[in-house]
């Protein structure tokens, strides 16, 4: 297993397009987050899953963010009608509930950049 | 909520050298992890550390130890004999078990800087 990874690395678009990253998580971990680092900041929480199923999401998830874990493995994080603001590194992690301390393993992120 | 604290924006230090990071935070919960996590330029971020709330014993592993100082709400990092790939971005992270399927709650980061 090569670790979690998404995709793409790098995004830029256009204000108002939508967008959607994708996140692989390693195989046998069942909890999936994302967070999201603006420049200079540490990352902010931002939604989980545990299998399938979403169950908690940030204030800072405006209803332009989307998420799904439609099979309990895979996530995608959609944007919709992006704005300047959303310009940051979206960071996924994965986790095993029953590893000892629930670890979190992060991928590489997807720069976005909303011109 | 809990918040995180890290008031060292950058530090530079010696190859070979220790460098101290320091680390407040802010909860009324008893039981709870701190992390430091490493994030090299360009790379992703990876787990140097994990102290429980519940162990008195400071965790060390290899060149890297902590000192947490549960009733102060401190949880400094300290980096020994520094090498060049110490370079990078140190986040200090709290979680509460439980809360979120254990989110990380991260501070706003010390960039490290090892000189040769």
């Known amino acids: 297993d090569t670790g979690v990874s998404q995709n793409p690395r790098h995004k830029i678009t256009k204000r108002g397009q939508n967008v959607t990253f994708r996140c692989d998580p390693i195989?046998?971990?069942?909890?999936l987050y994302w967070y999201r680092q603006t420049l200079g900041q540490g990352p902010e929480f931002l939604t989980y899953?545990?299998?399938?199923?979403?169950?908690?999401k940030s204030r800072l998830l405006s209803d332009r963010f989307s998420a799904e874990r439609p099979k309990g493995s895979f996530s995608t994080l959609e944007i919709q009608r992006t704005e300047q603001g959303d310009s940051a590194m979206y960071l996924c992690?994965?986790?095993?509930?029953?590893?000892?301390?629930?670890?979190?393993?992060f991928g590489p992120g997807t720069r976005l950049t909303v011109l | 909520a809990q918040t995180v604290t890290q008031s060292q924006p950058e530090m530079s230090v010696q190859e070979a050298e220790t460098v101290t990071l320091s680390c407040t935070y802010d909860?009324?919960?008893?039981?709870?992890?701190l992390f430091w996590y490493k994030q090299p330029p360009s790379r992703q971020m990876i787990l140097v550390i994990r102290?429980?709330?519940?162990?008195?014993q400071n965790a060390t592993e290899n060149r890297f130890s902590v000192n947490f100082q549960k009733a102060a709400k401190s949880f400094s990092l300290k980096i020994s004999d520094s090498q060049l790939g110490d370079t990078a971005m140190y986040f200090c992270?709290?979680?509460?078990?439980?809360?979120?399927?254990?989110?990380?709650?991260f501070g706003g980061g010390t960039r490290v800087l090892v000189k040769p």
């Open positions: 992690a994965s986790s095993q509930e029953r590893l000892a301390h629930n670890e979190q393993f």
């Open positions: 195989s046998e971990h069942n909890r």
């Open positions: 899953f545990q299998n399938e199923a979403q169950l908690e």
């Open positions: 909860t009324s919960e008893n039981n709870y992890y």
């Open positions: 102290q429980e709330a519940y162990k008195q």
């Open positions: 992270a709290f979680m509460k078990p439980k809360a979120a399927g254990n989110k990380l709650t």
